[in-house]
C-alpha cells in the first residue's frame, strides 16, 4: 500500500501493539495521530500541549502500555522537561516520541535540528528514510524502549513525513509487558536520591546502547565502486543515491549512539569520507571526534533542505543548472480567507496605535499587506509574556498601547500561563483571544475549547470567559469581530483600562465543514455607487477584487472621468460575513437578495 511517512508511522505504532497515543498538531506531524486515530483499540488524544503529551505517554507506558507521542520539531522544546527526565525514569511499556523537523522552515517559525535533543537527553534516536522504514523502525522503536528501559526517538523530516512510499502491512506483534499497576519507587520517583543512582544506569544503558548499535540491522554498509564514501542517514541517504547510485555508503538508521566500529571499519577502507546530512554538521562533529577525517558543513549547506544536486554540487565542485527551469506563476502573497472573522479584529486593530504581540496561528498572516498588524510572533504562547514584558520595561506609559493576540488553541497551549503572570503581576495589558472553534492552522484539529474529542466523541468545553475570571481577569468581553465598528469601540476602550483585561472574539472558522454547508449572504458592489475609493480593499478580502478603468471606460460608465476604477466582489469567493459593507460609505456594498443583480457586479 501507499503511505505518506505518518501513516506509516501510524501503521507501524498499531502493528506494535500501541495503546495510548498523544500529541499536540503541528505540520509536518499532524498526521501521525489522524491516521492512528482509525485504528480501533488505540486510545488517541489532542493534548493541551506537546509537554503534556508526552506525560500522559509517560503514565501509559508506567501502566505497561506501549504508548506514543508525536509533535513537531518546536514541540519537542515544550517536551523538554519531561523528555529528560523520562531518559533516567526509563519506561515499562514501549515509549515513542516521534518529532518531525522541517527544514527550510515550510510551516516553522525556525529551524531546528532535533537529533540534538537524542545527544542532550541521552536518548536513542532512529531516523528512517522513507515510508517503508518509517513503519519498520517504528516497530523496531518500541522493541529497543523495552529491551534498553528506555524512551525512544524517532526523527522524520518534512520530506519523510508527507512524501508517500510503497509500505507493507505486517503481523501484530507479541506484547511482553504485562499492563498493569507497579509502585516502583526507586525507578519513578526522581528524588536526588533515586535520580543519582539512575543517572548512572543512563550511563550504564549507552554504553550497551553503543554496542547495540555496531549489530543493529538498520545500521548498513552498502558497498559500491570508488574509493569515495558517504556516510549519511534518513531523508540525505535519497539524496546521495540518486547523487552517486554507485558509491559505497554507510546508512545510519540509529543516527544516536553510533556505531562507532563500524564507522571506523567503513572509513579505513576509504580514501575520501564525506559527511551528508542536513542541518547541523550532528554526524560530522561526531565523526571528527572520532579522529576520522571527513568532509561535511565546508561544502554542504547548514540550512534549508538538500537534493541530489546539491550534493553532486559539493562533492564535484562543479556548478550545475536546475533540472527544471524555475516556473513563473503569479504572485499571490499569503492572505486570510474570504470571510476569515480574524480580518475583522485585525482591521479593527489597524485603526489603533498600539503594538500587537502576535502568536502562531493563522491569524500570523495579519502580518502581510494591507492589514500589517502583527508585530511580533515568537512560539505557541508568548504573545501574552512579550506583550506584558513590554508594559514592564516601558511602565505607565505603555497603557493603550500594547496588546496581545492569541488564538484559542494556542492560548490552551501556553498562553494561559502568561495571563496568569500579568494578573498575578498587576499587569495592564489588554489580551485577546481569538475564538474560532478549532486548531486552524494546522488543519481544524478540535482542542479543549471545541467540545469535541479527536475520535469525535462529545466532550466538556473550556468555558474560555469563566476560565479568564476564575484566573483573576475582572474584565472579560466577548466580541464579534465581523462587527468591526463595535469591535474598534471596545477595544479603545479596553487598551486605555489599567487593569488587565480580556476580549474574546467568537466567530467559528469559514473553513469548518458545517460552516461551509451553511448559506451565506454573498455581497456585491452597485456599480452607479461605487466612487473608487478603494476603502473596502484596505480589508484585504481576496473576495474584492479593483477593475481598472480608462478615462472612456469611466465616462461609458457614468462614473466621473478621473475614476481609477472600481470594486468589484467575487460571488464564488464571497463568504458574506458581511465586513465590508459598513465600511463603504457610500453604501454601495450590500446582500445580493437586498438590492443588487449580476448585471451589477
Ligand atoms: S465599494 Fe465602496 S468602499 Fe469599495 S471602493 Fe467602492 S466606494 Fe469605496
Ligand atoms: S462579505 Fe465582504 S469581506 Fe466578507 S467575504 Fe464577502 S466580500 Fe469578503
Not at 52 to 73: D, I, P, W, Y
Not at 232 to 241: D, E, I, Q, W
Not at 366 to 394: H, Q, R, Y
Not at 520 to 545: D, S
Request: glycine share 8%; with cysteine; aromatic share 8%.
Amino acid at each position: 500500500m501507499l503511505l505518506s511517512g505518518n501513516e506509516a508511522i501510524a501503521l507501524g505504532a498499531f502493528e506494535a501493539g500501541v495503546k495510548v497515543a498523544s500529541a499536540y498538531p503541528g505540520t509536518p506531524s499532524t498526521e501521525i495521530l489522524e491516521s492512528l486515530s482509525r485504528f480501533s483499540g488505540v486510545y488517541t488524544e489532542w493534548a493541551p500541549n506537546e509537554k503534556v503529551a508526552v506525560e500522559v505517554c509517560l503514565g501509559a507506558s508506567f501502566a505497561g502500555a506501549r504508548t506514543l507521542a508525536a509533535m513537531k520539531h518546536v514541540g519537542l522544546n515544550v517536551a523538554a522537561d519531561p523528555l529528560f527526565t523520562s531518559a533516567y525514569t526509563g519506561v515499562r511499556g514501549g515509549f515513542v516520541i516521534v518529532t518531525a523537523d522541517d527544514p527550510e522552515m515550510h510551516s516553522s517559525q525556525n529551524e531546528q535540528d532535533n537529533r540534538n535533543y537524542a545527544f542532550a537527553a541521552k536518548i536513542p534516536m532512529l531516523e528512517p528514510a522513507d515510508s517503508f522504514e518509517a513503519k519498520e523502525f517504528t516497530r523496531r522503536a518500541f522493541e529497543i524502549s523495552e529491551a534498553f528501559d528506555t524512551p525512544v526517538l524517532i526523527r522524520t523530516t518534512t520530506r519523510v513525513s508527507h512524501v508517500k512510499g510503497v509500505v507493507t502491512p505486517g503481523e501484530l506483534m507479541d506484547l511482553k509487558v504485562e499492563p498493569g499497576i507497579v509502585k516502583d519507587p526507586d525507578k519513578f520517583v526522581m528524588l536526588p536520591v533515586n535520580a543519582r543512582k539512575r543517572r548512572a544506569a543512563l550511563e550504564d544503558r549507552l554504553a550497551r546502547l553503543r554496542e547495540f548499535a555496531e549489530t543493529f540491522p538498520e545500521n548498513v554498509i552498502e558497498p559500491g565502486r570508488g574509493k569515495r564514501g558517504f556516510i549519511t542517514s534518513g531523508v540525505s541517504y535519497l539524496h546521495v543515491k540518486e547523487a552517486f547510485p554507485d558509491a559505497p555508503v554507510l546508512k545510519l538508521g540509529m543516527i544516536y549512539p553510533f556505531p562507532e566500529k563500524l564507522i571506523r571499519s567503513f572509513a579505513e577502507k576509504m580514501e575520501e569520507i564525506f559527511i551528508v546530512e542536513e542541518l547541523d554538521p550532528f554526524i560530522e562533529l561526531h565523526v571528527k571526534a572520532m579522529g576520522v577525517p571527513c568532509r561535511g558543513k565546508e561544502v554542504i549547506p547548514a540550512y534549508g533542505e538538500i537534493d541530489a544536486r546539491v550534493v553532486r554540487q559539493a562533492v564535484t565542485g562543479i556548478a550545475e543548472e536546475p533540472a527544471f527551469a524555475p516556473v513563473e506563476v503569479p504572485a499571490r502573497p499569503p492572505n486570510l480567507c474570504p470571510g476569515c472573522p480574524h480580518r475583522g479584529l485585525f482591521f479593527a486593530l489597524s485603526r489603533l496605535d498600539v503594538f500587537v504581540a502576535g502568536d502562531i496561528g493563522c491569524y500570523t498572516l495579519a502580518f502581510f499587506k494591507p492589514l500589517e498588524t502583527m508585530d511580533s510572533c515568537v512560539c505557541m504562547g508568548a504573545s501574552i509574556g512579550n506583550a506584558f514584558g513590554m508594559e514592564k520595561a516601558i511602565g505607565k506609559d505603555a497603557l493603550g498601547k500594547v496588546v496581545a493576540v492569541i488564538g484559542d488553541s494556542t492560548f490552551i497551549h501556553s498562553g494561559i500561563t502568561g495571563l496568569i503572570d500579568i494578573v498575578y503581576n498587576r499587569g495592564f495589558s489588554t489580551v485577546i483571544i481569538l475564538d474560532n472553534r478549532t486548531t486552524a492552522m494546522t488543519g481544524q484539529q478540535e482542542n479543549p475549547v471545541t467540545g469535541q474529542t479527536l475520535s469525535g466523541e462529545k466532550t466538556v468545553e473550556v468555558d474560555l470567559p469563566a476560565l479568564c475570571r476564575a484566573v483573576g481577569v475582572e474584565h472579560v468581553y466577548r466580541i464579534n469581530p465581523n462587527d468591526i465598528e463595535k469591535t474598534y469601540q471596545l477595544l479603545k476602550r479596553e487598551v486605555e483600562r489599567p487593569e488587565p483585561s480580556v476580549v474574546i472574539t467568537e466567530y467559528p472558522c469559514v473553513l469548518l465543514p458545517v460552516e461551509k454547508q451553511k448559506k451565506k449572504p454573498v455581497h456585491l458592489v452597485i456599480l452607479e455607487k461605487c466612487t473608487g475609493c478603494r476603502t473596502c480593499l484596505k480589508l484585504g478580502c481576496p473576495a474584492i477584487e479593483w477593475v481598472p478603468v480608462t478615462e472612456e471606460e469611466a465616462v461609458r460608465l457614468g462614473m466621473r472621468p478621473n475614476q481609477k476604477g472600481y470594486a468589484r466582489i467575487n460571488p464564488v469567493l464571497c463568504d458574506g460575513c458581511g465586513q465590508c459593507a459598513p465600511l463603504c460609505k457610500f453604501q454601495a456594498i450590500v446582500i445580493e437578495e437586498e438590492g443588487g443583480s449580476e448585471g451589477e457586479r
